[in-house]
């Protein structure tokens, strides 16, 4: 395959998983902005944007945190040149970069979500319609990843788009996780303390793993077990453990395809080595932050890795 | 339902009744309800929204995507005509192949006094690389587009020879491939020739033209396209997908080692043959144009020593120029020894003082074009121009006169759209598409039609607002 299909349908799924996680965050924020009061709402917008790592480019344009400028920021705002319209966009253009090597049932999926979403993303999104379109933007995801699983050949190009589906995961819940705990847990001696547990709610929200960790902890809402349930379960798709053994199952499939390793291999191992005996004591020990922010890095180095080793760019 | 006037319609004759050829057609149609047949009408547009069978037209926004507009009523040619009509094609392109490679070698045409010699000279797609040299298996024209027009019973001409890259096919096959999902019941009770299989004889000829320095097992074919901003992208990326070729683009290919070479996953691998979708001024950047970044530097050596075959050659667009066309009997003539099979339209060649003197006093009746447009860009057709664009034009005619020739206007054939109101004529074409390897000419049956779907127009350029048709060729 050439490096350029494969760099295209890396940020194909990297881009599609993004859109998503941002309508996710979005969608929780919205949650909690209609059951909580004022000052709580602006909070969380205000998160939103911090999450997702867009202050300088929000503030230039708005002045304030309400709800309405902030997703349509996100989502259209033409002043954010990665809105999740623009997103769409990308998941399009490298879906027509790897056409040759996705079938026509993902082809269909991506050209007829892209045309759904960028119809509903052309005009402001009001306050009626929000719901909607969010909705929207999970399922185009769903639908895209349902044609992929069930249509594509297990080749290399099908590990190079779940290498970009979980690097892109891995890094989205790793930044959610950091920033609300920066903001909800600003020292150490709060870890199993009473909480504000609307907030450590909604981050299981914002990753779509509410309704499952309340099953698996008996409605137990506390920050060490949400931290474990999201660092360390395995079981739950959208952890950062889940995302690591997936990736680490991509890179062996590659390994096996190209016969040889390369440097995102070692990169793959050395996470490993360092991290899989890791318990959520030990964690919170060394602090969380300096492991998201580890984590984070690690991710990205990776991804650079495989861009290289599999000749992305000339 | 009558077309009326002086064209011949090709589904209905002058007292409205049906053409045998459409006869189990039209039966079919006059027993679907009304509001279904306007229903489906609806959906083909759906479908081809979401298959993304989109082209991009220049000088609108970039990247802009537009359906071509496709009408739902097939254009049925009989057994009986087609096989005369792909007898005056196999000529054609067996003479335009010989023709090109005599000018690249003796050019015994030329000495011959059949040909005068300012025509090459003054030919902007001639290629002094290519003199001397011979192409893998003799083969200049790997796949050509003849475009045909039709004025009676058994009046077939051809308007334009399409030896450079001709596009199109993708809709050829995609309206057949809709034309099946919406009315299956059609094609179980009528006999149509299949077109499914041009991908695989694509390939299969492509891989019949390997080079010297193929070194055995499968040959590797890859399609070359400038990439996703191009208008015929969709049908580049169709073309390598069904033939299971890849798709690259400049930036994918180096020459390594004394080959073109592509860069995959696992490093760089040979390419034996590239079918280009990329003009010659782009394709190597160190012979041609130096500023192309479409091309590959280099591949021109490589080819010519022998390392990779680029279809279709180099050079080819000589024969692509109108003024070459109006010399085409005499190329059918002297290669063949046949008289032509399938007619060229009457041409002036406006270089010619008479015939320019001609031209300029009936422009009014005319269609004019320049020697080396396409696309229906820069072209006059008198009857429907206004008396301003006409005297427009005849200054930049008389300007550059060998730029230009002239056509009558014919009284193309029509064949019905469908519309609100039910059937309506319009003008139509043809381009047949036409394989060329040393295992000998291959020709898809049928082709693509193109239909001018303004009442009247003689336009049928989707770049210009025309529409396609699924053509059928009926088995006997």
């Known amino acids: 395959m050439l490096g350029r299909t494969a760099n295209g349908l890396f940020w194909m799924f990297r881009y599609l998983e993004r859109a998503e996680n941002t309508a996710r965050l979005l969608e929780a924020a919205l949650r909690m902005a209609l059951t909580r009061d004022l000052e709580t709402a602006e909070a969380e917008w205000r998160s939103v944007i911090a999450t997702l790592g867009l202050r300088g480019a929000y503030q230039a344009a708005h002045t304030g945190y309400d709800g309405l400028a902030v997703w349509n920021f996100v989502l259209r705002g033409p002043s954010n040149p990665g809105n999740v319209r623009a997103m769409f966009g990308a998941v399009r253009a490298n879906a027509r970069i790897a056409r040759t090597n996705i079938s026509s049932d993902v082809w269909e999926a991506v050209n007829d979500n892209w045309m759904k979403l960028d119809a509903l993303l052309a005009r402001p999104v009001g306050q009626m319609a929000v719901g909607e379109v969010l909705g929207a933007i999970r399922r185009s995801g769903t639908q895209v990843h349902g044609a992929f699983d069930g249509s594509m050949l297990r080749d290399e190009g099908y590990h190079f788009a779940r290498a970009g589906t979980f690097i892109e995961r891995k890094d989205s819940t790793a930044r959610i996780l950091d920033m609300k705990y920066f903001l909800l847990l600003p020292s150490l001696s709060y870890v199993g303390s009473s909480l504000d547990t609307g907030q450590w709610e909604q981050v299981l929200r914002s990753v779509a793993g509410a309704r499952v960790y309340s099953w698996l902890n008996a409605g137990q809402i506390e920050a060490r077990g949400i931290v474990e349930f999201l660092v360390l379960d395995d079981r739950f798709p959208r952890s950062l453990a889940f995302c690591r053994n997936a990736l680490r199952e991509c890179l062996a499939a590659l390994a096996r395809t190209h016969g040889t390793e390369g440097q995102c291999h070692v990169l793959m191992r050395k996470a490993d080595a360092s991290l899989s005996q890791l318990t959520v004591d030990q964690i919170f020990e060394a602090g969380l932050h300096e492991y998201l922010v580890d984590a984070l890095s690690r991710n990205a180095a990776i991804a650079r890795a495989i861009a290289q080793d599999y000749r992305f760019h000339s | ?476």
């Open chain 2, 1 to 476: 339902m009558s077309a009326g006037g002086s064209n011949f319609d090709e589904m209905f004759d002058g007292d409205g009744r049906t053409r045998p050829a459409y006869a189990e057609y039209c039966r079919w149609f006059d027993a679907q309800p009304g509001d279904w047949l306007r229903r489906k009408n609806r959906e083909a547009d759906d479908s081809f929204r979401r298959t993304g069978i989109t082209f991009n037209v220049y000088g609108e926004n970039e990247a802009e995507e537009r359906l071509i507009p496709f009408d739902m009523v097939p254009r049925i040619i009989t057994a009986a005509e087609w096989r005369k009509v792909s007898r005056g094609i196999e000529q054609r392109v067996r003479a335009l192949n010989s023709f090109l490679y005599d000018l690249y070698h003796r050019q015994e045409i030329v000495r011959a006094g059949r040909l005068p010699e300012r025509l090459l000279r003054n030919n902007s797609a001639w290629l002094a690389n290519m003199v001397g040299f011979t192409p893998p298996g003799g083969i200049y024209t790997h796949i050509v587009g003849i475009d045909l027009v039709r004025t009676g019973p058994d009046e077939f001409f051809v308007l334009e020879d399409n030896a450079r890259t001709p596009s199109g096919v993708s809709y050829m096959l995609e309206n057949r491939e809709t034309m099946m999902g919406m009315f299956p019941d059609l094609f179980s009770r009528i006999a149509v020739d299949s077109v499914s299989n041009y991908p695989r004889r694509l390939a299969r000829s492509l891989a019949a033209c390997v080079p010297p320095a193929f070194t055995g097992g499968k040959p590797t074919v890859a399609v070359l396209t400038p990439g996703t901003y191009n208008s015929a992208y969709f049908e580049h990326a169709f073309l390598a997908d069904q033939m299971g070729a890849e798709l690259v683009e400049g930036s994918d290919l180096r020459v390594v080692e004394g080959r073109v070479q592509m860069r995959t996953t696992s490093g760089y691998k040979p390419i034996d043959v590239l079918y280009r979708r990329v003009d010659d001024d782009y394709l190597d950047p160190l012979s041609f144009n130096p500023t192309s970044a479409l091309g590959v530097p280099g591949i021109m050596d490589v080819y010519r020593s022998g390392g990779i075959t680029i279809a279709n050659a180099p050079g080819t667009g000589v024969a692509d120029d109108k003024a070459i066309y109006s010399f085409m009997p005499e190329i059918v003539e002297f290669y063949t020894g046949e008289r032509p099979l399938l007619p060229n339209v009457q041409t002036w060649r406006c270089a010619d003082k008479a015939s320019l003197a001609y031209v300029l006093d009936n422009l009014a009746e005319l269609v004019v074009k320049e020697v080396h447009g396409s696309g229906g860009y820069g072209m006059l057709i008198g009857p429907t121009s206004s008396k301003r664009e006409i005297a427009a034009f005849r200054e930049k005619l008389i300007a550059r006169p060998s730029n230009y020739i002239a056509q009558p206007t014919l009284a193309l054939s029509t064949c019905p759209i469908y519309t609100r109101a039910g059937l309506a004529p319009r003008h139509v074409d043809l381009r047949p598409f036409v394989l060329v390897s040393p295992e000998g000419i291959d020709i898809t049956p049928g082709g693509l039609t193109r239909v001018a779907l303004q009442k009247g127009s003689l336009v049928v350029n989707s770049s210009q607002g025309g529409g396609t048709k699924d053509t059928w060729v009926l088995k006997d």
